[in-house]
């Protein structure tokens, strides 16, 4: 899920210019994030004209899958496209030990 700007920026350098997906898919007609994300509870960023779910590629079947482009917008492409992915993990909270008490 991409909840803000920095998230966004720091997914595009990690891409480095490569499609990338990135966990949002509309594959039962309803753009949701793969985490269980609200989709209209975060901001999108959309290449103009995306999402189109183009049908002419030669491909059986739509573009159900959004993958970062190459400048870091979205664009929706087919979900069998092989492309590179970002994953969210959460990471656990250490506690910092308290010194001199």
């Not at 190459?70 to 969210?88: A, K, M, P, V």
């Amino acid at each position: 899920t991409t909840l803000s700007d920095l998230e966004q920026k720091y997914m595009q350098k990690l891409a480095r210019s490569q499609f990338t997906w990135i966990g949002l898919t509309d594959a039962d007609g309803e753009w949701k994030w793969v985490d269980g994300t609200n989709y209209n509870s975060v901001p999108t960023n959309w290449r103009r004209g995306q999402p189109d779910n183009y049908h002419r590629h030669g491909v059986e079947g739509s573009e159900d899958c959004a993958h970062l482009h190459l400048l870091g917008q979205w664009n929706d492409d087919y979900c069998s496209t092989r492309y590179r992915h970002i994953c969210e993990k959460d990471v656990p909270k250490v506690e910092t030990p308290q010194i001199g008490r």
